[in-house]
């Protein structure tokens, strides 16, 4: 009974402690942990790709040696994502040789044309479409913007993928006539997030152009969102938060105000309240995306509040969130352990 009671006070502790304070070692070095354990974890493994004979059956990590552990594809690309930004931040990390080491033998030239050649192969080149397209995204500005010889190589490894899915999302959003207001996976307000932060990195004027259009295009016209019907079940992204963190970075500070009272206008209220989503069962790989969203909503409403003097009361409900979540992102279950360090690492960024 005293040890329960007392690991009960420790996460209250956690809780509380973990947002009213910027990321610190301790902090990172719990989250690092995370995808270290599983970088190199093969099974259970979900892949996801299209099989165009009996020849295709083979293991993860022949089909994706850089991205194989994890549980998916897209989970392991985001946990490489993570070890980079916390070494940049915190190069005396516990784990820190640990990291390298994946980094270094994940991210081979060699590994990268294996993955760069899987999304050739037929019925294949819309895998990951565009969730892990964006996070390969992410990761390459993560190493890009990190002045170390390991980031330098491995950012030159990556990059031919990265040129490779630039192209996909342009070819894509051609193509695309309606946005995907989903809140899992294939939303598409969040997979133009990424692309669009490397676009204007990258000085690619032809992704960041055709981004904007389509962002115009799809949200432009959106009026008195329905928050109400927030979440759904499964939900790891808000459809309206995602949108609105989306056209924060496409329109201009003064349009961005103007379509956002239009949008969600409840926002402007100082009493406006958002309930964190609720887990009931963390061991279910689908419910368990609601921690994902408490993360998420996080980020995109801390940004939100940075907007406009009148938004700041929005950092007090993103704390909310994290402090619903936070305290179980570890020593928990595989199916919420495999990924949700990244989501909560961003949002406690985010707030820097």
Request: aromatic letters at 12%.
């Amino acid at each position: 009974m005293k040890k329960i009671r007392f690991l009960l006070f420790a996460a209250i502790l956690w809780n509380s402690a973990v947002y009213s304070q910027s990321l610190t070692l301790e902090q990172a070095n719990r989250l690092v942990a995370l995808p270290l354990k599983c970088a190199d974890q093969e099974y259970p493994n979900k892949l996801g790709q299209v099989l165009d004979s009996k020849e295709d059956l083979k293991n993860p990590q022949e089909l994706h040696p850089a991205f194989y552990g994890c549980f998916d594809w897209h989970s392991a690309v985001h946990g490489h994502w993570l070890m980079v930004a916390l070494l940049k931040k915190y190069p005396e990390i516990a784990k820190a040789a640990e990291a390298r080491k994946v980094l270094e033998s994940h991210l081979s030239a060699e590994n990268i044309q294996k993955e760069l050649s899987f999304f050739d192969t037929k019925n294949n080149a819309s895998f990951e479409r565009t969730y892990g397209w964006a996070w390969i995204l992410k990761l390459q500005m993560e190493l890009d913007s990190w002045n170390d010889p390991l980031a330098k190589s491995c950012a030159e490894n990556l990059r031919p993928l990265s040129n490779k899915l630039c192209g996909s999302y342009y070819s894509f959003l051609g193509k695309l006539a309606y946005p995907i207001r989903t809140g899992e996976h294939v939303n598409s307000a969040f997979g133009l997030t990424f692309a669009y932060d490397y676009a204007v990195t990258q000085n690619n004027d032809s992704l960041k152009l055709i981004i904007e259009t389509k962002s115009r295009e799809f949200y432009g016209n959106d009026t008195k969102y329905p928050l109400r019907f927030e979440p759904s079940g499964y939900d790891f992204l808000s459809p309206a938060f995602e949108e609105a963190d989306l056209m924060r970075r496409v329109l201009s500070p003064n349009e961005f105000q103007v379509w956002l009272k239009k949008f969600l206008p409840e926002l402007y209220s100082k009493k406006f309240t958002l309930e964190p989503g609720k887990i009931l069962d963390r061991t279910d790989g689908k419910l368990v995306h609601l921690d994902g969203l408490n993360f998420s909503r996080a980020w995109c409403l801390i940004e939100l509040s940075r907007t406009n003097p009148k938004l700041t009361h929005l950092e007090k409900v993103a704390e909310q969130h994290i402090n619903a979540s936070i305290g179980n992102i570890v020593d928990g279950d595989y199916m919420g352990e495999h990924w949700l360090a990244s989501f909560a690492l961003l949002s406690l960024l985010t707030k820097q």
